[in-house]
């Protein structure tokens, strides 16, 4: 198979480098080990010195390499291999969301727009096409009838809903246009999908630990939580996710595919393929929120359980949110057999969705603006996280867990001994920094010695630093106070 | 009090063209009347002969007045006064909504989007200002932090809020940028204070005829509607509102205070008030829904329930989907003590709204434009429903019943007769024009021979020849055939 980042710079020193990056993150260079020295470097690659060494100055830069007095360039060393978490394993029982008033302050002061970009799961703006999607914008002015400013079809915008289409059949998932209805954002996607599948009562399947925005959601629509049982790398548990669906109180399950909001876990083609057909064995729908499938880090993009379902019964929910713009609120579901009855939601509850926007986004789809900017969003997702493993190594207490994200943006760490990610919160708040405590992850009583950090940040000194804090906090609770003076 | 179409124009003829038409309007001229020769006219307003001339041609070409030979001009005659319906008298029966296939399949044919503006109950888009839109809208890119790629706020832009509050204070309404929250479009606001105050199974009681709009949503909420008795000029019946809100089921209220849809009513401000007095009493909280305030005929803007709320029992929704942008989704919702409920909704269905396209109609309200923009809408609109009027007189059967509307889009029709609008739907259809079956309206098996018209589009003669179809397929609804023939 070809590498991904072969053609990712036209500068020659950027893919020497990237090819070395990818080298280190296969682990096929490990810490400790040397690196080619520049002249075997030059050798191999048919390169200069200079270019050479622009490839170790740009590795080194990264926090990937370093170079040692009168011996060369060695892969750091200090990045401990922190154990991933076990599977998690919640009580088998539904409980009805929103009771717990600690869990609704931390909500609020987590604050949207807020100043702790640690604790949330977008990717900072700076890592974000303004520019070229404000160019687009201006474009579509121009080429959308009525310049968006009269009502659109209540399906959405026809172009981007063929993009989506387009971008779905490349990963073997056979849809047209017709299937797709867009939304504002992958939130409202979901929402309409739970409103079309369950009622008032019923009790939903997810993962566990789930992304808090679904269980606020499944609370804001009356609905129980079962919590499954999930792999760190593989997802749910299909046994607990067979169990879940032999019940008769249980009226639909929502999984989190691909890159799982906390823990990164991406399904196995495999168990994509199990659960659609237990979804159709047991005729309970299958609402699939795979709003992180494009920010991969492997070779490809990974398949949507949607890609298996012949019947209809898989509910497929993405979004740009996680890749070009939070705020324009664009997103989109192909609902399967479902989709006169979120067409009608859609209908009955906000008429039709801005075309404006969603023009802007099917424009940036349909040429190859996309592509490129996922590209370059990858790569600095995955340096980031090559850096935030390091540091974590390096400034968190022996014990810790870590989860081994292959996309997205978020990271999983389960803390040793007692400690409590809830009180650890406010001490973070006071050091100016944050995190998403685990509680917040589950309606049970756990994941307190967890916390979800993200790391779709623009690296820099003053990250770094924040980690440190974090991890001192971590080590030492009871000097808060200190490391707040300190800053 | 000023003439508020005093300071329309820069033109002195169509300075004086709008005298005139008002004192048309007004009755002070009424059909047949003649009207003062060109020699009067120059004397009595110190203008050139040309002028008056060219305003005699102005109000012509708006089929406002004749030339007749050899005598001079005339109001045009054949405007009879069509009488205004009785108010209404639901069943006080509470109905679940969605059960008549008939109606679900009237709505589908509808169609958002469609090629029969005569049904929908928005402005065409030759009445928008798109180009002065698209302007604000590429300012906005450069004025909004981040160009509104990433997250607003929950509570939603807050240029727009302030915005939103200030033109609120101008109608004694006393609201600040922090009661506000920004939806997407009246529907969403509308949507979230339903959740917030009502569940599943719960009574709404709304107007009747209501905008079927407001009913579908009770419909997808699981909400039963209580309909009251409704007068077509002041609006809800004040003892049937008391009733209701005295009746343990009845959850809320839902009143369209100002130009409702369809009827056209708009409370006096002696019943705002007692709404008001009513829903503290009892205790039931009062939703409205403002959305065509603007498009006042009158002096000046009507006054709002919320203007009259010292408690916070109001829960105030507006948009500029009337007025300026259906298509950009925005609203607004001020929910009075129920704010914290509605913030969460919004969070939890959908994080946040778009802030550019509110950004970008913020700054068009904090400037002049919208004035302006409004001052010619209601002009447009004033005039087509005076052609209206008397078209309708022209081609509709004697015992046509016609709403008196002082604001908005909608005419509401009571026709003659065993007239059934549903089948007369079908046939106009087949004549390529259209209207809103005033069955849609009801919950209950009522207004069959009702039916509401748009008049926000532009006057030619297509529209008035839908109009003459129309008349003559309620006239003679057996001969439907040979009217699509001879289109």
Redesign the interface.
């Known amino acids: 198979m070809k590498n991904p980042l072969e053609k990712r710079s036209v500068f020659v020193y950027l893919r020497i480098a990237a090819l070395i990056e990818q080298q280190i993150l296969d682990n096929t260079l490990r810490a400790g080990d040397k690196l080619p020295s520049l002249r075997t470097l030059c050798r191999e690659y048919g390169i200069s010195q200079n270019t050479a060494l622009s490839a170790y100055y740009h590795l080194e830069s990264n926090m990937l390499i370093e170079a040692r007095p009168q011996s060369g360039y060695y892969v750091r060393s200090g990045t401990r291999k922190l154990p991933a978490p076990a599977a998690s394993n919640p009580a088998g029982v539904a409980a009805h969301a929103g009771t717990d008033q600690l869990v609704a302050r931390v909500y609020d002061s987590l604050g ?2 807020g100043h702790l970009p640690l604790s949330l799961g ?1 990717p900072a ?1 700076e890592l ?1 096409p ?1 520019a070229k ?2 160019k687009a ?2 474009q579509a ?1 121009r080429e959308l009838s ?9 399906d959405g915008n026809e172009r981007l809903r063929r993009q989506v289409a387009r971008r779905a059949l490349a990963m073997d998932c056979g849809l047209s246009h017709q299937d797709v209805i867009t939304t ?2 992958c ?2 996607a979901l ?1 309409y999908c739970f ?1 079309a599948v369950a ?2 009562g019923d009790t939903v399947a997810m993962e566990s630990p789930v992304s808090f ?1 679904m269980l ?2 499944a ?2 629509l ?1 609905l129980k939580v079962l919590e499954l049982p999930t792999d760190p790398a593989t997802g749910v548990d299909l046994n607990a996710l067979e169990a879940a669906m032999k019940r008769t109180d249980v009226k639909a399950c929502l999984l989190i595919s691909n890159f799982s909001n906390p823990l990164g876990s991406c399904m196995p083609d495999a168990h994509k393929r199990s659960a659609v057909g237990l979804a159709n064995r047991y005729q309970v729908p299958l609402i699939e929120n795979d709003l992180n499938g494009d920010v991969y880090f492997g070779a490809h993009r990974p398949r949507s359980c949607k890609s298996f379902d012949d019947s209809g019964i898989v509910l497929w929910c993405g979004s740009v949110s996680k890749t ?6 664009v997103g989109w579901v192909a609902p399967g057999r479902f989709k006169e009855a979120v067409a ?2 859609k ?11 969603q023009e802007t986004i099917a424009a940036f789809l349909e040429t190859g603006r996309y592509e490129n900017h996922l590209r370059k969003l990858r790569h600095t997702l995955q340096a980031n996280l090559h850096r935030y493993n390091r540091a974590i190594a390096d400034y968190f207490p022996d014990g810790t867990m870590l989860s081994r994200p292959q996309g997205g943006f978020v990271l999983w760490l389960q803390l040793p001994g007692p400690t409590d990610t809830i009180s650890l919160y406010e001490k973070a708040l006071a050091c100016k920094t944050g995190f998403a405590p685990g509680r917040l992850f589950s309606l049970q009583n756990q994941y307190n010695n967890c916390m979800r950090l993200n790391y779709g940040l623009v690296w820099d000194e003053k990250l770094e630093n924040s980690l440190k804090i974090l991890g001192n906090l971590v080590r030492h609770p009871e000097r808060g106070n200190q490391y707040s003076r300190t800053l």
């Open positions: 949207l727009g977008t703006k974000l303004v999607l404000n914008l201006l002015t009525g310049s968006g400013v009269v009502y659109d079809k209540n504002s954002g939130l409202n929402s409103m009622e008032k925005g606020q959601l609370q804001a009356g070009l713009a939070p705020g324009y609120r009608r939601l209908l009955y509850h906000t008429i039709s969705s801005p075309a404006i926007t």
